[in-house]
C-alpha cells in the first residue's frame, strides 16, 4: 500500500508569513500532483511535477519535488487569505500499464488577515 | 454550464431511504470517478468509469451502486446506508483513457449526511 504523510495537519498563520508543508513517502512515484480545496468547493490542481528535483513556480508558490521522487514540498510566500484552504498532494505510480493515484490526509491552512 | 456538476450540493437521508447522486461533466472527458472524503482520512477512490464501461471497484460496499450511462453523466445510487457512510463524496473527471492521466477535475462535492 502506497502511503503519502502530510505535515503539518493544520497551519494557522498571519497575513504576510512565509509557510511550508511537506508531502513524505517510503515509495517512488512516477509523478506528484498538489491541489488545493477550498470549504465548500472540490480540489483544484494547482501544479503536476515528473522529474526528481524538479521545482515549480506558480505566484507566490513554490512547488518542490525531491530527488528520489518520494517526497515534495510547497512553500508559500507572503501568505494571503485567499490561501486558505485544504493542500492535497497525490502521488502516482505505475500499475497494470496504467497509472494509479493515492492522496495524503491534507494540510488545512487558515491565513489570518 | 461548464467543469463537473453534482447534484444535489446536500442530502440527508436515513438508513432505510434509497437516494442517488448525480454528476455531469461537460468537459469532453472520457474518464470519471467517485471518490469519498472524510474528516482526518484520505481521499479514497470508489469507482472508476472509462467510456462508460467500469474499470475499478475499489472493494465498495454494494450498499453503493454507480452507473454511467454516457460518458458525460455518473450517478452513485445508495441504499441501506450507515452512519459512517455520512462524507463528502466528489465527482471527478479526466481527459485521458488510462486510469489516470494529468489531472483531475472534481465537481463541488454532495455532503451526504446518514442519520
Known amino acids: 500500500t502506497q502511503l503519502l504523510e502530510q505535515s503539518p495537519q493544520f497551519l494557522s498563520i498571519q497575513e504576510g508569513e512565509n509557510l511550508t508543508v511537506y508531502c513524505n513517502s517510503s515509495s517512488v512515484f512516477s509523478s506528484l500532483q498538489w491541489y488545493r480545496q477550498e470549504p465548500g468547493e472540490g480540489p483544484v490542481l494547482l501544479v503536476t511535477?515528473?522529474?526528481?528535483?524538479e521545482v515549480k513556480k506558480l505566484k507566490r508558490l513554490t512547488f518542490q519535488f525531491g530527488d528520489a521522487r518520494k517526497d515534495s514540498s510547497l512553500h508559500i510566500t507572503a501568505a494571503q487569505p485567499g490561501d486558505t484552504g485544504l493542500y492535497l498532494c497525490?502521488?502516482?505510480?505505475?500499475?497494470?500499464?496504467?497509472?494509479?493515484?493515492?492522496f495524503g490526509k491534507g494540510t488545512k491552512l487558515t491565513v489570518n488577515p | 454550464e461548464t467543469g463537473v456538476t453534482q447534484t444535489p450540493r446536500h442530502l440527508v437521508m436515513g438508513m432505510t431511504n434509497k437516494k442517488s447522486l448525480k454528476c455531469e461533466q461537460h468537459?469532453?472527458?472520457?474518464?470519471m470517478y467517485w471518490y469519498k472524503q472524510s474528516a482526518k482520512k484520505p481521499l479514497e477512490l470508489m469507482f472508476v468509469?472509462?467510456?462508460?464501461?467500469?474499470?475499478e471497484n475499489n472493494s465498495v460496499p454494494s450498499r453503493f451502486s454507480p452507473e454511467c450511462p454516457n460518458s458525460s453523466h455518473l450517478f452513485l445510487h445508495l441504499h441501506t446506508l450507515q452512519p459512517e457512510d455520512s462524507a463528502l463524496y466528489l465527482c471527478?473527471?479526466?481527459?485521458?483513457?488510462?486510469?489516470?492521466?494529468?489531472?483531475?477535475?472534481f465537481g463541488e462535492g454532495s455532503r451526504l449526511t446518514v442519520l
Open positions: 497525490a502521488g502516482a505510480w505505475p500499475q497494470g500499464g496504467s497509472e494509479k493515484l493515492v
Open positions: 471527478a473527471s479526466s481527459p485521458g483513457t488510462g486510469l489516470y492521466t494529468g489531472e483531475l477535475f
Open positions: 468509469y472509462n467510456f462508460k464501461e467500469q474499470t
Open positions: 511535477v515528473v522529474t526528481g528535483g
Open positions: 468537459l469532453g472527458h472520457n474518464a
